[in-house]
C-alpha cells in the first residue's frame, strides 16, 4: 500500500486527498477565498438554508457528495480528513457542513439542490439519459447521477422527495 503524501515537514500535508501526487507540498492545495468572501458566501448559504426550513439530505446522499467532491474532477477540493474544504470563489465552506443542507449545490454543478435533483429524476424518468439531463439542466453527469442514486434508495426516495 503507497505511503501517504507528506509534506515539507515530512508530515502528512493537511490538503492531502486521495489521488494526489507523492511529495505533494501545501502549495499545491488551490487557495481558499479570502476570509471575508468566505464570511459573505457562508452568511448567503446560511440565509438561504434557513429560509427554506433547513431541508437535510440522507446521509447516503449527503456521502455520495462528499465522495464526489473528493475525487476532485474540479480541482477544488481541499481534502482534510475533518474538514474537507471547497476553494471555489463563490464557496470556501465546509463541506462536512454544506453537503448536508439540500437546498445547496455545488457551484460547477457536479451535485445539484434537491429541487434540481427532483427535476432530473424527473427528467430520466422521462426516458432520458444522464448525459441529456445534465445537458437541459447545465450540470455536470455526475449531478445527475447522485440525484438518481438519492432517489433510488430506500430512505432516499421518500425524504428528497418530501424537500419543497
Ligand atoms: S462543491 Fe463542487 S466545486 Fe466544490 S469541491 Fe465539491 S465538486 Fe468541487
Known sequence: MPLPPKNVRGKPAAGCRPGCAPGCQPADK???????????????????????????????TKLAILEQCAANECGLYRGDLKKPKCAHPDCGCNLAAKAGWADQQCPEGYWLAEQRAEQARQLAASGKTPAQVAAELGCQVQAVRIALAGGAGPNASTNLAQIP
Open 30 to 60: 488551490p487557495p481558499l477565498p479570502s476570509l471575508a468572501r468566505r464570511g459573505v458566501n457562508f452568511v448567503k448559504a446560511s440565509v438561504q438554508h434557513v429560509a427554506q426550513g433547513r431541508p437535510q439530505r440522507p446521509d447516503a
